[in-house]
């Protein structure tokens, strides 16, 4: 039983190396969403633009009624 003693902490990760990858982990995902984030809001802005555009298009000809 001695012998399987020292290959369970061979293996085991220590805590600092459990935290250190988690930390890298969420790093790396908080970048994703960030990055995500200001690519919804550049298509946020567009089609707020194509909304006015398509507003004042309406306005400028509005549809004839019967």
């Known amino acids: 039983m001695s012998e399987n003693a020292p290959n369970r902490t061979l293996f085991k990760p220590d805590t600092e190396s459990v935290l250190v990858r988690g930390l890298n ?4 995902a908080c970048d994703a ?3 995500q984030n ?3 809001n ?3 802005e567009a089609l707020k633009n194509k909304v006015k555009t ?5 306005y400028a000809n509005p ?3 019967e």
């Open 54 to 58: 398509l507003q004042d298009r309406l």
């Open 25 to 28: 982990a969420m790093t790396l």
């Open 42 to 44: 550049k298509d946020i």
């Open 63 to 65: 549809p004839e009624k």
């Open 38 to 40: 200001e690519s919804l």
């Open 33 to 35: 969403l960030a990055s």
